[in-house]
T-cell receptor, first 116, second 108 residues
Framework: NAGVTQTPKFQVLKTGQSMTLQCAQD?????MSWYRQDPGMGLRLIHY???????DQGEVPNGYNVSRSTTEDFPLRLLSAAPSQTSVYFC???????????????FGPGTRLTVL | RKEVEQDPGPFNVPEGATVAFNCTYS??????FFWYRQDCRKEPKLLMS???SGNEDGRFTAQLNRASQYISLLIRDSKLSDSATYLC?????????FGAGTRLTVKP
């Protein structure tokens, strides 16, 4: 199993450009999510999905879109990049979205994005 | 105020020391609790879940106090390999809230 994979690892954008961060998992997990991590802020949830065709907003969704057409893939789209979106982005997946103490989230290696 | 607050650290301790991290959460509807570990420039990985009765995994002990909305992590006999950032995580349904993390450096 590859686990959770993310591409690209690094990306530099200019203000106003759009791009898609890719995320895939091969563990047949229903729940997938995107976080951004900024210094001193911890990880903040952007969007999440509880299954194919179902997505919802997290804590900081503005400026980002997601879709979930398959169980495996959960791409994150930046519509018009801004310097405030400079961050490290992590994709994660888990078997379920439930509140069980056994519900471990598995994270991808991250994408380091700089917006100039 | 952040929903999950942690000691800011950093904690610099010698090998063999015992170190404790604290975490408080503000949403009383939170149902499950975790400690994750994050190495420098790497992704977070689950260290342990935190159960109501407290639980232990080797040198690591986690405690939960629901009345005070407080979670703790105790590391005994610290190893160099324990150097990392420790993230307190609270699950309140479909989303998880992370603390900003506490950085630990264990020195020889």
């Amino acid at each position: 199993n590859a686990g959770v994979t993310q591409t690209p690892k690094f990306q530099v954008l200019k203000t106003g450009q759009s791009m898609t961060l890719q995320c895939a998992q091969d563990m047949n997990h229903e729940y997938m999510s995107w976080y951004r991590q900024d210094p001193g802020m911890g990880l903040r949830l952007i969007h999440y999905s509880v299954g194919a065709g179902i997505t919802d907003q997290g804590e900081v969704p503005n400026g980002y879109n997601v879709s979930r057409s398959t169980t495996e893939d959960f791409p994150l789209r930046l519509l018009s990049a801004a310097p405030s979106q400079t961050s490290v982005y992590f994709c994660a997946s888990s078997y379920t979205s439930g509140m069980s103490s056994y519900n471990e989230q598995f994270f991808g290696p991250g994408t380091r994005l700089t917006v100039l | 105020r952040k929903e999950v607050e942690q000691d800011p650290g950093p904690f610099n301790v010698p090998e063999g020391a015992t170190v404790a991290f604290n975490c408080t959460y503000s949403n009383s509807a939170s149902q499950s609790f975790f400690w994750y570990r994050q190495d420098c420039r790497k992704e977070p990985k689950l260290l342990m879940s935190v159960y109501s009765s407290g639980n232990e995994d080797g040198r690591f002990t986690a405690q939960l106090n629901r009345a005070s909305q407080y979670i703790s992590l105790l590391i005994r006999d610290s190893k160099l390999s324990d150097s990392a950032t420790y993230l307190c995580v609270v699950n309140r349904g479909n989303d998880m809230r992370f603390g900003a993390g506490t950085r630990l450096t264990v020195k020889p």
